[in-house]
């Protein structure tokens, strides 16, 4: 089965977001392909809508930020997404205000995670605010650092309003924030579409052995349990998680239980909530890490 692609526009409120969907709708309108948009904004009336064309499918998530408020309207409408379309790529356009983690947290549901394959986190910066971050509200300048640290390509945009020397400096301070992911100057979001297409091979990278590299990204990972699992065995493997996994959530079905628990891990905290009807025994994780392949050698053994 051919997974759905999926983009993240994250970056601050006006640095460029909408700017660069544009020019990526164009782009895979030439290449032929069927993607659908879903634009989140913190409004209740959408203003950037008319960047898309009425041919493309769009879902619009006004009055609330994905990462929070409104994370189930987002799964309700990706899932219509997936089951209306047969889609290329989905491409999402986040607040501003909303959080790497959170974001892919959203979009991850354990109904039906293992049909996405998450390309990356796409960061816009704006120069002149990048340089003046430290007069920005502390919550705000960190979520811009947040924002930088997990991005798989950082577009430093603006550039038409910076000189050499400014250029030069936020290189230098944004390599030394998240030296792994590509960065790149860019006037009106203008950059190379083959960037995008490369973060596929980014993904590839990730596989068993491919390299093994402290990797500060995020990058998430689905598993499919085929049966049920013993509760105690489970709870070991939760014990032996390395500190790099942030979060965990989906469906197990332990041994003697007619029904799967609803599973949800944040920052080592588990918890479990009974379900009343069968569920995709999916296990979403998002963390930072390179090589997923031992846990998942982990997790089908608990099957054993
Ligand atoms: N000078 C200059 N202005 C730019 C550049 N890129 C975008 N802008 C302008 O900056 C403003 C914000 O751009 P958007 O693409 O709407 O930014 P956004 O991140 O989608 O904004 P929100 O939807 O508010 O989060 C617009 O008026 C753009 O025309 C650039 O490279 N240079």
Redesign the pocket.
Known sequence: MKKTEVYILS?F???????LLKQILQHEKDSGRTIAVMMNELGSVSI?SDAVDTDVPLKELLGGCICCTIQDKLESQLQGLLFDHELDAIYIETT?AAHPVEVLDAVLSPLFADKLAIKGIIT?VDGIQWLNRATLDPQVHQLLLEQVKHADLIIV?????LNEAEKAKINLDIQGLNSQAKCIL????KVPMKLLQELAYTEKAKSPGAHVQADLRLSTFVHQFKGSISHERFEDFLRALPDSIYRIKGYVLFDHSQYPDLFQYSYGMPLYMKEYMKMPLNLVFIGQVTDWSLLGQQLTDLEK
Do not use: A, E, W
Request: net charge neutral.
């Open positions: 970056g409120l006006g640095t460029g977001k909408t700017t950037d501003g816009t945009n603006k550039s038409d309003l860019s006037t009106y979001s």
